[in-house]
Nanobody, 124 residues
Framework: QVQLVESGGGLVQAGSSLRLSCAASGRTFASNAMGWFRQAPGKEREFVAAVNWSGSSTYYADSVKGRFTISRDNAKNAVYLQMNALKPEDTAIYYC?????????????????WGQGTQVTVSS
């Protein structure tokens, strides 16, 4: 069992940066692959980024590649999403999720544990 709590969201102007954090509890955190998803009003939840259990491999949606960086610190039970050069289309609720088993890292269905989300709003 993993409990997740996101923080770091806010209202920023286009071109700004934000760093989202996800604090995890549970002894099995280090064995979980982790991901960030987002959901904008009226849209489906979509994949943003993922990282493997050790942090050695990362994956990104094309829409954020080169602007966002996912990382993790297993000693601190935390996952981060550094977001640079933010655009209005990045506005959404951002969710941290844990994937303890197999399945596609790009699909929300493969993730068993979810945080409550943090709002990111980017103004033009």
């Amino acid at each position: 069992q993993v409990q997740l709590v996101e923080s770091g969201g806010g209202l920023v102007q286009a071109g700004s940066s934000l760093r989202l954090s996800c604090a995890a509890s549970g002894r099995t955190f280090a064995s979980n692959a982790m991901g960030w998803f987002r959901q904008a009003p009226g849209k489906e939840r979509e994949f943003v980024a993922a990282v493997n259990w050790s942090g050695s491999s990362t994956y990104y949606a094309d829409s954020v590649k080169g602007r966002f960086t996912i990382s993790r610190d297993n000693a601190k039970n935390a996952v981060y999403l550094q977001m640079n050069a933010l655009k209005p289309e990045d506005t959404a609720i951002y969710y941290c999720a844990a994937r303890p088993r197999g399945g596609s890292r790009y699909s929300s269905e493969a993730y068993d544990y979810w945080g409550q989300g943090t709002q990111v709003t980017v103004s033009s």
